[in-house]
């Protein structure tokens, strides 16, 4: 077995491990991303990203051994790109919360919360 | 309550300290960096998340931040870059924070400093930069959100978890806020919440070297709550493990998240780490990453202010401060500055030390002020000390001198004594004979007594003196005078 | 004065300058196109009727004081409704935004509006900018003006639709997987999808950050050319906005000496339609001067699996920010925080929507992230790699822009085959190239076909010189769907 194998393997290992994409799985997901779904919407969802997690498999047959990460797709944007200190283009209390949902006092209101949960 | 041996086990302590930079804007928005204003009124599009806003980096933040690592002689990262923290809660305006997770700017880096007169030395692991969270207000039926706050200029800065008792902690973390304040990278202030500390919190038993499991104490604002968390923390856990010898660390000290309460003076539950958010770190798309030169760094080491340990060392070596004075003088910079001018125009730095750490600042103690807040110019403190050296005026006088400064601040020391007879020196022999006469004809039994051997006696008879003359006459030319009449 | 419609921006542009047309006719005449069109074309969301009219009467003034007049001066411009025009509102198509006013002017349209373009209104998409038909609109479907029974495409169906009925000349899209490019294909206009970076984001709602282009849809080449004049501009409130002087776009009629990679492999499974137009367009391209080689691009049959676990991993976190705590819906029964959350997120987003998001938190969360995201991100190292060798071979790649014409509304249901839609088109994102749709004839069914045009990063210019160069020998541009060749009445 080569190194490039392994990265291959692996990766599949992991596939195995994790395909199992189910009603508790997305209950979970919908916990962490704060979405509620009517019934409906969770049997269709669940296809729909079992589908498309099945499709995704392909990827494990390419082989990524020693290939970087492309966090930034253009090369020229490894420099930086930073600004003056300075104070401007405030927005304006009133416009901010125009678009407001709840406000008191200039704040946003909002249902009281547990202190630091 | 059975007194546990508590000397046998030591706590181990890591601290996060957030550090809010003193930048005029902030970290990714150019909205003011700025304390105290009218809720949402220093905000951008940036900083409240409207969609279509994008972040842009603040280059005076990564500067503070390179120096930063230069004053711990940490290695400064030529490349670093940007991820996104992910989790839901009404302060943070997009529901992800801005961090350093992968790349920080900052690693390794140490920091010296006195722990109870013995010098230590604390290792730091990393430092980056992130943007900081709005403020939720509490009231009964509802809270606000202001995010005046959302987006100020972070610097986290982790600890080894190489600190071992709660004095250690505070010394540490005063280290560290003395370094800031030297820099002029922050304004230091902690009960605006400039810099906050974070505990994480084991034990083990003295002499091991392993690491238990740990519990996280959040957002203190105080040296002092410090201690205290730490040391009741380690108490608490110290007697979990005594009291059930047979279970095993992980089931008790389960990881959680506590919160310092400033009213009960305790820790509070907050969560428990299994129920924390999985953050789903991954690279921050809209930002570039933080490219440096090697030039770059190198202009910002060669033009870094003087640091907290070097004054230090300077103040012991070339002017002969004591250890414990100059470890004091340099804990606050801003006292430290303050001495610094003064010294430009004294030649007796001990005294000048002294006056200004204990006299002037205990008097100003009291009305709740500072030598700088009170306006009074360092010269003056300076002329004080100078006139105390030439005799001008006697200590005792020097005092009540302090004492109208700290009254009328604009009032020169010169002008006082000019101004009060009293306070005038009485050195002329010619003054005091007079009085030495008349206290020595009123008291012969004193004289008597001191002849028999009694040292009190002429200590008693200089008193006399010193009582008819107010203070003025100098003690040791009454004393020598006294002695040639007997 | 008649039949306005019938003009490229450019000649539009020329009449108004010379004073053949006051800029209040142009505003009138157009706007009443919209009127009459609206309804059955479902192109826009909202008309922006009064504050055209008040910006054609200002520049007829400017005109009459004989100042300067801008690039886009007289020429109606229609914005996707995903784009910040200052006090109005952004839907992005969303039940979500339904009353959000954007308190910024996006870079580009700020850049538009300083050279004069009089903005007509904000056009339909897939909501928040997710899907290939323009039917995942909280709204209403858009329509392709040569069938409405036809979807125009997605996400930026309105803009393609709007634009190829006439009701504007110049669109603007945003390109994340091919939302410009196989919408300008299915409504037989020229689409454009600059390199990345080029045009600014600022003011554009994000969907996947890194993928996100904003684009000019027009009747012609040129037009898109003079658009990107104006709008492909470095912008200081992007940090991913290309720190580079704006472009001149000079057009050329000849491909000689040009040298044009087909990527064979990966086009072997085009269906027979596709492939006779594709090849007949390849004979165009070769009469004109161009070179035909083959190149190596089957790691692009992995390009779908990357996007969807790349671009719904950026919208998962792009998207959080709507919460029902600032702005935006937020629902009433809604007690406790977590329910203000929940509720509102699950009233305001459409299914698609919702879809993403938890595919995209699921690619990045504990234990998967390694897998799915970390993996997508190396395969696109590969992707870019790829292009980058082919382009040592040649100076552009030629791609039908999408596997057929367009589809009927409400005829593909299945999730994977919507997103195998956008399979020629996807590529040029993940690689951050600049690839531009040109019409290129029609189907069986009459609806029009395009071809796709894949630049390096940074060519923008010569790659709208050869596409203008195709457009020039083929004339498809100027046709004009038969519903909409009449003036409006």
């Known amino acids: ?88 283009d405030l927005l304006p209390r009133e416009q901010f919360l125009s678009n407001a949902p709840d406000q008191i006092g200039g704040m946003i209101r909002v249902p009281p919360v547990i202190k630091g949960s | 309550m059975k007194k546990l041996p508590y000397e046998l086990w030591e706590p181990v302590v890591g601290l996060e300290i957030h550090v809010q930079l003193n930048t005029k804007s902030k970290l ?34 990564v500067k503070k931040a390179v120096q930063f690592g230069l004053a711990v002689k940490a290695n400064v990262a030529l490349f670093s870059k940007f991820d996104r923290k992910s989790y839901f809660y009404p302060d ?30 604390f290792q730091i692991n990393r430092a980056h930069l992130e943007d900081d969270a709005g403020m939720l207000k509490h009231f009964t039926n509802f809270a606000g959100v ?170 012991v070596s070339d002017l002969n401060l004591s250890p414990y004075s100059a470890a004091l003088l340099i804990q606050e910079k801003e006292l430290c500055d303050y001495f610094e001018a003064a010294m430009k125009h004294s030649l007796n730095p001990r005294q000048l030390c002294n006056w200004i750490t204990i006299e002037f600042t205990g008097r100003l103690k ?121 | 004065m008649t039949n306005l419609h019938h003009l490229s921006a450019v000649e539009l542009n020329k009449a108004f300058v010379q004073g053949d047309v006051t ?122 003006p040569w069938d409405l029974e036809c979807t125009p495409g997605g996400s930026s169906g309105g803009s393609a639709a709007a634009v190829a009925a006439r009701l504007s000349l110049i669109g603007t899209g945003s390109d994340t997987g091919g939302s410009i490019r196989q919408p300008a294909g299915f409504c037989g206009i020229v689409g454009y999808k600059p390199t990345y970076g080029r045009v600014s984001r600022y003011g554009l709602v994000a969907f996947a950050s890194s993928l996100d282009q904003i684009g000019p849809f027009a009747t012609t080449v040129a037009d898109v050319a003079l658009t990107m004049e104006v709008i492909g501009r470095h912008c200081p409130h992007d940090s991913t906005s290309l720190d580079l002087p704006a472009e001149s776009y000079s057009l050329n009629t000849t491909l000689a000496d040009v040298k044009i990679g087909v990527p064979y492999r990966f086009l072997e499974n085009l269906k027979p339609e596709a492939r006779a137009n594709f090849e007949n367009n390849l004979h165009v391209l070769k009469s004109l001067g161009a070179k035909i080689l083959n190149i190596d691009l089957d790691i692009l049959k992995y390009s779908i699996a990357v996007y969807y676990i790349l671009a719904t991993a950026e919208a998962s976190t792009n998207l959080a920010r709507f919460d029902g705590i600032r702005y935006g819906i937020r629902e009433k029964e809604a007690k406790t925080l977590d329910e203000i ?63 057929s014409g367009a589809f009927p509304l409400q005829s593909i249901n299945d999730p994977l085959e919507m997103y195998l839609q956008d399979i020629f088109t996807i590529p040029a994102n993940l690689a951050g190239l600049p690839a531009i749709s040109v019409p290129s004839g029609f189907d069986s069914r009459q609806m029009p076909l395009g071809l796709q045009l894949v630049g390096p990063q940074l060519c923008d210019v010569p790659l709208i010189q050869y596409a203008h160069a195709f457009e020039q020998a083929t004339q498809f541009t100027r046709k004009i769907p038969p519903l909409f060749k009449g003036s409006a009445s």
């Open chain 1, 1 to 88: 077995m080569t190194y490039l194998a392994l990265d291959v393997i692996l990766t599949g290992y992991l596939w195995m491990i994790m395909s199992k994409f189910n009603e508790k799985t997305l209950e979970n997901l919908k916990k962490l991303c704060r979405i509620d779904c009517t019934p409906e919407e969770d049997k269709d969802i669940l296809h729909s990203l079992g589908r498309v997690l099945e499709y995704v498999e392909l990827l494990k047959e390419v082989d990524t051994t020693g290939v970087a990460s492309c966090n930034y797709v253009l090369q020229s944007m490894l420099k930086n790109l930073m600004r003056e200190d300075e104070i401007k």
């Open chain 2, 28 to 61: 990714f928005s150019s909205a003011p960096n700025r304390f105290g204003d009218e809720p949402n009124t220093n905000i951008s599009v940036v900083c409240t998340g409207q969609p279509g806003a994008l972040p842009v980096l603040n280059k005076e933040a």
């Open chain 2, 92 to 121: 943070s305006p997009r529901n992800f924070q801005i961090t350093q997770f992968e790349r920080p700017i900052v690693t390794g880096g140490s920091v010296t400093t006195f722990v109870e007169g013995e010098l230590k030395t």
């Open chain 2, 146 to 315: 202001d995010y005046n706050r959302a987006g100020a200029p972070l610097i986290e800065i982790v600890s080894e978890p190489c600190i071992h008792s709660p004095k250690e902690a505070s010394a540490y973390a005063s280290a560290i806020r003395a370094i800031m304040l030297y820099l002029n990278a922050s304004d230091g202030n902690m009960e605006e919440g400039s810099l906050r500390i974070d505990a994480n919190i084991s034990v083990r038993p003295k002499g091991s070297t392993e690491l238990r499991p740990r519990v996280e104490i959040k957002n203190m604002n105080s040296f002092s709550f410090l201690e205290m968390a730490v040391e009741s923390e380690m108490k608490r856990q110290v007697a979990l493990y005594l009291d059930n010898p047979h279970r095993t660390p992980e089931e008790l000290i389960p990881p959680g998240t506590y919160r310092w309460d400033i009213e009960t003076k305790s820790a509070l539950f907050m969560r428990a780490k299994e129920n924390s958010d999985d953050y789903r770190y991954f690279p921050e798309p809209d930002l570039a990453p933080i490219v440096l030169s090697q030039e770059y760094v190198d202009d910002i080491r060669n033009t870094l202010p003087e640091l907290p340990h070097d004054r230090y060392n300077r103040y």
């Open chain 2, 366 to 486: 009291e009305r709740g002020q500072t030598l700088i807040s009170h306006k009074i110019p360092p010269l003056h403190v300076a002329k004080l000390v100078h006139m105390i050296d030439n005799n001008v005026i006697t200590g005792r006088i020097a005092k009540q001198v302090a004492d109208d400064m700290v009254a009328s601040p604009e009032l020169d020391p010169e002008t006082i004594i000019q101004q009060n007879p009293d306070y005038r020196p009485l050195s002329e022999i010619a003054e005091i004979e007079p009085i030495v006469d008349q206290i020595l004809a009123a008291n012969p039994q004193s004289i008597a007594d001191y002849k028999a051997g009694r040292e009190k006696a002429l200590a008693f008879l200089v008193g006399q003196v010193m009582k008819l003359t107010r203070g003025k006459a100098s003690p040791a030319v009454v004393n020598e005078l006294i002695l040639k009449k007997i």
């Open chain 3, 23 to 144: 800029a209040l006719q142009i505003a009138e005449y157009f706007l009443k196109r919209i009127e009459n069109h609206n309804q059955q074309l479902g192109a826009f969301l909202s008309i922006l009727g009064p504050r055209m009219i008040l910006k054609a009467e200002r520049l007829d003034l400017k005109r009459s004081q004989n100042k300067p007049l801008g690039k886009l001066a007289g020429v109606p411009v229609a914005i996707k409704d995903n784009m910040h025009i200052a006090g109005e509102i952004t839907s992005c198509a969303s039940k979500f935004l339904k009353n959000y006013r954007a308190p910024f002017d996006a870079t580009a349209i700020r850049l538009l509006e300083q050279e004069d373009a009089l903005i007509t209104g904000k056009t339909n998409l897939d909501e928040f900018a997710m899907g290939s038909s323009n039917e995942n609109s909280a709204y209403f479907n858009a329509h392709n």
């Open chain 3, 341 to 403: 959350y929940e509720f509102s997120r699950k009233e305001g987003f459409g299914r698609e929507v919702k879809k993403r998001i938890m595919l995209g938190t699921y690619v990045l969360s504990a234990g998967f992230q390694d897998a799915f995201y970390k993996k997508a991100q190396k395969v696109r190292t590969l992707v870019i790699d790829a292009f980058e060798a082919a382009f040592a071979e040649c100076d552009a790649i030629a791609m039908p822009v999408a596997p």
